[in-house]
């Protein structure tokens, strides 16, 4: 697991969460039940909590599309 606390630009305590997750999906078009690694993000701040699963190709494809996008703030 990773964790990262910090003071976001207005000031708010907010912790980050990312740890493996193994979970179960239904595959929509074979109905399929299969088992996957993912990856739970969570971050919390004192006025939202937010949770989210997802698989390692779309995290892999979210830290490039952060990548990208953040390369604009430099």
Known sequence: MIISDFINEIGNKIKIKIQK?????????????????????????????TTNE????EAIQLHKCLGEYLKKFK
Do not use: A, Q, R, W
């Open 21 to 49: 997750n193994t979970d179960f999906v239904i595959n929509y078009k074979t109905k399929e039940k299969i088992k996957f690694n993912g990856v739970k993000i969570s971050i919390i701040g004192p006025t939202s909590d």
């Open 54 to 57: 997802i698989t390692l190709e």
